[in-house]
């Protein structure tokens, strides 16, 4: 009996055994039927994630690259803006050693005030010049074109004529012409002269002009202006009264004045001037604001 239990366990385990290795088989086969991709798929699967940097694009990288930068102390960025740029060398006129570490421009000085004395000028400078706008910009020098008579008893009357030009500081071209061009006085001759100028004497120059008038009594003096010089600045104001107290006669230009002037004056090759178009009606303006300053 003992014999039958025993070949009866181990048929039993045989059968087990059996059964097992069939599903090993099965499981086998279904592995090996599965296509190719489906395995690559669960290989993926399986592969370990990658950390969170390199999953990152490269810009984000940077990013936080520059954020851990460590940042520069005050100290530092002040010696870096007090480095020089280029080649290290200053600007002309400039200063580097300036409070706060702010460039300061120094002063240009301006070279000494030149007089031109010629026959006739340029036609360009003409109309440039003389042109009877109401604002004046670029125009920071007086063009004076003069005519003078000198009459004597026992000699024939002489006469000049020509422009002056001044720029920058200095002499302008009003008292530069008493010394320049008319600068004997013989108090037997009797002198007229008659000046066309791109603008009104400033106050310092009425003033000089004034008591040239007062010292010279048989000299007459006669101002065409083709515009006012700073005509709402109160010693300009009291500048031009006092010259015409003096004995000067002031005027403005009108149209046939600057026609005369361009043909006295200018090297125009013959050409006929032809005035602007507001020309007119600037020197209409002009003329009430002398009205109302010598008034």
């Given at each position: 009996?003992?014999?039958?239990?025993?070949?009866?366990?181990?048929?039993?385990?045989?059968?087990?055994?059996?059964?097992?290795?069939?599903?090993?088989?099965?499981?086998?086969?279904?592995?090996?039927?599965?296509?190719?991709?489906?395995?690559?798929?669960e290989t993926m699967k399986k592969k370990p994630e990658k950390a969170p940097d390199e999953s990152k694009?490269?810009?984000?990288?940077?990013?936080?690259?520059?954020?851990?930068?460590?940042?520069?102390?005050?100290?530092?960025v002040k010696e870096e803006e007090k480095k020089p740029e280029g080649n290290g060398e200053k600007a002309?006129?400039?200063?580097?050693?300036?409070?706060?570490?702010?460039?300061?421009?120094?002063?240009?000085?301006?070279?000494?005030?030149?007089?031109?004395?010629?026959?006739?000028?340029?036609?360009?400078?003409?109309?440039?010049?003389?042109?009877?706008?109401?604002?004046?910009?670029?125009?920071?020098?007086?063009?004076?074109?003069?005519?003078?008579?000198?009459?004597?008893?026992?000699?024939?009357?002489?006469?000049?004529?020509?422009?002056?030009?001044?720029?920058?500081?200095?002499?302008?071209?009003?008292?530069?012409?008493?010394?320049?061009?008319?600068?004997?006085?013989?108090?037997?001759?009797?002198?007229?002269v008659t000046w066309y100028t791109s603008s009104s004497p400033c106050a310092a120059c009425a003033a000089?002009?004034?008591?040239?008038?007062?010292?010279?009594?048989?000299?007459?003096?006669?101002?065409?202006?083709?515009?006012?010089?700073?005509?709402?600045?109160?010693?300009?104001?009291?500048?031009?009264?006092?010259?015409?107290?003096?004995?000067?006669?002031?005027?403005?230009?009108?149209?046939?004045?600057?026609?005369?002037?361009?043909?006295?004056?200018?090297?125009?090759?013959?050409?006929?001037?032809?005035?602007?178009?507001?020309?007119?009606?600037?020197?209409?303006?002009?003329?009430?604001?002398?009205?109302?300053?010598?008034?």
């Amino acid at each position: 009996m003992a014999d039958k239990k025993d070949t009866r366990s181990t048929n039993r385990f045989n059968t087990k055994k059996k059964v097992e290795d069939k599903k090993v088989d099965s499981t086998k086969k279904k592995n090996e039927s599965k296509p190719e991709k489906e395995k690559e798929k669960e290989t993926m699967k399986k592969k370990p994630e990658k950390a969170p940097d390199e999953s990152k694009p490269e810009k984000e990288k940077e990013k936080e690259t520059m954020k851990k930068k460590p940042e520069k102390a005050p100290d530092e960025v002040k010696e870096e803006e007090k480095k020089p740029e280029g080649n290290g060398e200053k600007a002309e006129g400039a200063e580097g050693n300036a409070e706060d570490g702010e460039f300061q421009l120094e002063p240009i000085e301006l070279p000494p005030f030149e007089i031109i004395i010629g026959d006739r000028m340029s036609p360009f400078f003409f109309k440039f010049q003389f042109k009877n706008v109401e604002y004046s910009s670029g125009r920071n020098k007086t063009f004076l074109c003069y005519l003078v008579d000198i009459q004597g008893a026992s000699t024939e009357a002489e006469g000049m004529r020509g422009y002056l030009e001044d720029e920058h500081s200095g002499a302008h071209a009003e008292e530069a012409f008493f010394k320049q061009v008319l600068a004997y006085y013989d108090t037997s001759l009797r002198y007229v002269v008659t000046w066309y100028t791109s603008s009104s004497p400033c106050a310092a120059c009425a003033a000089k002009l004034t008591e040239i008038l007062q010292a010279r009594k048989t000299l007459r003096l006669t101002i065409f202006c083709s515009r006012l010089f700073m005509w709402e600045e109160p010693d300009v104001q009291a500048g031009l009264k006092a010259l015409v107290m003096a004995g000067c006669k002031l005027r403005m230009m009108k149209p046939l004045d600057f026609t005369y002037t361009w043909d006295t004056f200018v090297e125009n090759e013959e050409q006929s001037f032809t005035p602007w178009e507001d020309c007119q009606e600037n020197y209409e303006y002009y003329e009430e604001r002398l009205f109302d300053i010598l008034k």
